[in-house]
């Protein structure tokens, strides 16, 4: 990494969202090694939202480059533009669609108005700020103003329009956006890592931050702490993993306790867990048994859920189904797994009868899942068919989240306690390596294609069941573990 070349003191539309979302992210983007860059799903799914959202709002093909606003298209993709900042600074931006809008410009009795689709449920401001320097370099090429700008989301299935104003105060936040960029962009070293690094996961720069977080005993490297406890913490001269190990916990929930008394309840809790990550080993929490749903069962079904979560939907349940041989063992050999595809065009009624069937098929065995999603969307799906509370009652008293029982039970070294985490520390590999839940999104939406009569390659059908199967079996290697301690009463 080092310093910037003349050439590259542009910014761009896509430095400032960078920016907008992690002050480092910018930084790395302009002056990160690309070798250390991480291809994610995230990008391929904004592009297909996107992609949806704009055939929603103009069903008409696009025109394409300068020539097609000569000629007054009602959309135009593929525009480059150029131009000065308020400051003097070089500004550079690519909008992913212009719409034609009533008014005046260089090229006839219209204009245009930059629209940006948004993922998500909310405009924010990593929409606002990048469509209002798309808006200014457009009023400089078109030499007319733009008065309104347009953010669309929902992707195609009820398309909602958010309609932005360049307003005085939001053309203030864009000059003083830029100028912090410009400011990070010229340091020799990179920001201080993301406070709250959750969004971390959809970030390409994951696993250079990862190293740094790990080496440095970031604080948030501690499962249970986020970015305003961070604060907290820091308040109190806590810096890194290393200072809340050392700390007195008495001493800190007392400390903590200024900030609201639920935070000086969680501080004996982080020092412990913090202690735990140092120390490396596992700290059993209960004498009780995790899971004694396995002592006598005859198998067990684990079970997994793929999602749409911008679409609301369900669209594959995953069922592992490990039976217990004649000799009291797991036998792993005759294990099968079987899933169910959600289509529109089946219709939930349809597949909640396909579940429940299958389900009763192992009437007697517990149903492990990992976190609370899966029994959640199966229990909802009950009530929306009508199935009443009595019925519902042995289907819940099957479900058995896996995730609640660790943490219930061990406090673990590690700084999650996600399945990706928690399995990975018992040995269990996945298939596909680097695969996540939005690769499996991805893989669906290749899929479907543009209905049930023209789906796209079985392949990704494929890639999709495999990731869900195997997430079903990492699950059971958390499980078996848990089922192993249970038997020796001890770590």
Known sequence: MGATPPADNVLTDRLLRSWLRCRRRAWLDRHGDPALRQWTAHRNLMLDDQQRCFVALLPQKPGRGEAA????????VGLRFKGKGPGGEALEAH??????????????????????????????????????????????????????MLVVGGGGRRLERDRVGLSA??????????????????????????????KCTLCSWRQVCNGVAASDGHLSEVS????????????????????????????????????????????????????????????????????????????????????????????????????????????????????????AEHGEPRCWQRIARYVSRYDDWPVLHYGETESLALLRMAQRQGISEQQQAPLRRRLVDVHARIRQ???????????????????FQWGQSGVDGAHALLWWRHWQGEGPERRGSSHALRWIFQYNRDDCRATWAVADWLRHQDQAGGS
């Open 69 to 76: 606003c000569a000629v007054g298209a009602d959309g135009v």
């Open 169 to 198: 105060g939001l053309r203030k936040q864009l000059v003083d956006a830029l100028r912090k960029l410009r400011l990070d962009l010229q340091r020799e070293e990179p920001p201080d890592l993301a406070a709250d690094r959750r």
């Open 224 to 343: 249970g702490i986020g970015a305003k406890r961070r604060e907290m913490l820091q308040e109190l001269n806590i810096r890194g993993l290393a200072d809340l190990a050392a700390a007195d916990p008495e001493q800190l929930a007392t400390a903590m306790q200024r900030f609201g008394e639920q935070h000086g309840d969680v501080a004996r809790t982080l020092v412990a867990q913090a202690r735990c990550q140092r120390s490396g080993q596992p700290e059993r929490l209960s004498s009780r048994p995790a899971l004694p749903e396995l002592i006598a069962a005859p198998g067990v079904l684990l079970y997994d859920i793929e999602s749409d979560p911008d679409a609301r939907h369900d669209f594959l349940h995953g069922f592992w189904c490990l039976p217990r041989g004649s000799d009291g063992r797991w036998d792993l050999a005759a294990a099968r797994y079987q899933p169910l595809l959600v289509l």
């Open 409 to 427: 039970h061990w406090r673990l070294p590690l700084n999650s306690y996600g399945l990706k985490a928690v399995a990975s520390w018992r040995g």
């Open 95 to 148: 909008p992913p669609l212009l719409r034609r809008v009533s008014g005046r410009s260089r090229w006839g009795d219209f204009a245009y108005q930059p629209v940006l689709a948004r993922q998500g449920r909310r405009m924010t401001r990593e929409h606002q700020l990048p469509l209002a320097l798309m808006a200014l370099l457009l009023e400089q090429e078109q030499q007319a103003p733009v008065t309104e």
